[in-house]
C-alpha cells in the first residue's frame, strides 16, 4: 500500500513550514492505517499533535492565531478519527485505485476554515467532514465548506433536523413541503433557514409526478424503502423541493429519522388513497 505521506511530499510551499508540520502529523494518524505500525501511529495521534503546537508556539514558530486554528483542528481531527475507527462513513472501495486521489487543495482549505470553529456540536458535523473526505476523496466540494464555514450554531442545528427528513428519489433528495408534515414535526421556519443557506432550492411550487399510470417512484431514507405504482387514469403529485448539491453533500453527516419517513408515506396514502404504495426494509 503506497505510503499516504508520499502523496503529500513537496505540496505544501502554500502554507507555513511550521504549520504544514503540524497538520502533517494529523493527516498522518488519520491516513497511515494498513502500512504503519500501531506504535507508531500512536506517536503522531492527537496528544502528540497538541504537543508538537505547544512547543512551535513556546518557540516562536507560529503566531497565537495560527496556534488557536491547530487546537480546533486537532479537536476536530480527534473526533474524525473516532468516527473512522467506528467505520461510521462510507469505505473506499479500492484504496489503490489511480483514479481515487487526495486532493491537497481541499486539505488546506479545510485546515483554514475549519481551524476558526470553536464550538463542540458544529466541529462534530466538520469531523464528520474530514472523516468523510477521507473514507471517499470528492464527497465534499470546496463550496460545500465554504458554506459550513458560514453556518451558526442555530443554522448547523437546523440541519441536522432537517436533513434527517431528507427522502430520496433516484440520486437526488428532497424534503416534503406537506402542510400537515411540516405542522406535526414543526420544520417550517427550518425550510426558510435552509432556503437562506443554500441547502434546499427555493422554489414556490415544487412537485414530483406521479401521473404516469403504472410507473413506479422508488423513495429511500435509512433502511426503510417505498415503491408507488399508479394504477388508475389519476393525476398525483408530491409537494417536495429538492436539496441543493450542497444540501445533498451534507446529509451524509445526518442520521435519517425513519419515523418521519413512516408518516410521510402514510399522509401520501390518505391523500392518494388508489395509489399503490408497498414499504421495504433494505437488506
Known amino acids: 500500500?503506497?505510503?499516504?505521506?508520499?502523496?503529500?511530499?513537496?505540496?505544501?510551499?502554500?502554507?507555513?513550514?511550521?504549520?504544514?508540520?503540524?497538520?502533517?502529523?494529523?493527516?498522518?494518524?488519520?491516513?497511515?492505517?494498513?502500512?504503519?505500525?500501531?506504535?507508531?501511529?500512536?506517536?503522531?495521534?492527537?496528544?502528540?499533535?497538541?504537543?508538537?503546537?505547544?512547543?512551535?508556539?513556546?518557540?516562536?514558530?507560529?503566531?497565537?492565531?495560527?496556534?488557536?486554528?491547530?487546537?480546533?483542528?486537532?479537536?476536530?481531527?480527534?473526533?474524525?478519527?473516532?468516527?473512522?475507527?467506528?467505520?461510521?462513513?462510507?469505505?473506499?472501495?479500492?484504496?489503490?485505485?489511480?483514479?481515487?486521489?487526495?486532493?491537497?487543495?481541499?486539505?488546506?482549505?479545510?485546515?483554514?476554515?475549519?481551524?476558526?470553529?470553536?464550538d463542540e456540536e458544529i466541529q462534530a458535523l466538520w469531523a464528520k467532514v474530514l472523516a468523510g473526505e477521507i473514507e471517499q476523496p470528492r464527497s465534499f466540494s470546496l463550496r460545500t465548506l465554504?458554506?459550513?464555514?458560514?453556518?451558526?450554531?442555530?443554522?448547523?442545528?437546523?440541519?441536522?433536523?432537517?436533513?434527517?427528513?431528507?427522502?430520496?428519489?433516484?440520486?437526488d433528495y428532497y424534503i416534503s413541503i406537506d402542510k400537515e408534515l411540516q405542522n406535526q414535526y414543526g420544520y417550517r421556519n427550518g425550510l426558510l433557514t435552509m432556503y437562506d443557506c443554500n441547502i434546499i432550492e427555493n422554489n414556490i411550487a415544487s412537485h414530483y409526478d406521479l401521473t404516469a399510470r403504472g410507473a413506479g417512484v422508488f423513495m429511500k431514507i435509512g433502511s426503510l424503502a417505498c415503491f408507488t405504482n399508479n394504477q388508475v387514469a389519476e393525476k398525483y403529485s408530491l409537494e417536495i423541493q429538492r436539496f441543493t448539491k450542497t444540501g445533498n453533500e451534507l446529509i451524509r453527516l445526518v442520521s435519517p429519522n425513519e419515523k418521519y419517513l413512516l408518516d410521510f408515506f402514510k399522509a401520501m396514502k390518505m391523500k392518494f388513497p388508489k395509489l399503490n404504495l408497498t414499504v421495504y426494509p433494505v437488506i
Not at 494518524?29 to 496528544?47: H, M, N, P, V, W
Not at 465554504?146 to 433516484?170: C, H, P
Open 146 to 171: 465554504d458554506i459550513l464555514r458560514n453556518l451558526s450554531k442555530f443554522e448547523a442545528e437546523t440541519l441536522q433536523t432537517i436533513a434527517s427528513y431528507a427522502i430520496k428519489i433516484g440520486s
Open 1 to 118: 500500500m503506497k505510503n499516504a505521506l508520499e502523496m503529500f511530499k513537496g505540496a505544501w510551499p502554500t502554507i507555513q513550514p511550521a504549520i504544514s508540520t503540524v497538520f502533517g502529523a494529523m493527516v498522518a494518524s488519520l491516513f497511515l492505517r494498513g502500512d504503519t505500525s500501531k506504535s507508531e501511529i500512536e506517536k503522531i495521534k492527537q496528544a502528540k499533535f497538541s504537543e508538537i503546537a505547544d512547543k512551535l508556539l513556546e518557540g516562536g514558530h507560529i503566531t497565537h492565531l495560527e496556534y488557536y486554528k491547530c487546537r480546533n483542528f486537532n479537536k476536530i481531527a480527534q473526533k474524525a478519527d473516532e468516527v473512522y475507527q467506528c467505520g461510521q462513513t462510507l469505505r473506499v472501495a479500492n484504496a489503490n485505485d489511480e483514479e481515487t486521489k487526495f486532493s491537497i487543495d481541499w486539505f488546506v482549505r479545510f485546515f483554514e476554515d475549519a481551524g476558526n470553529i470553536s
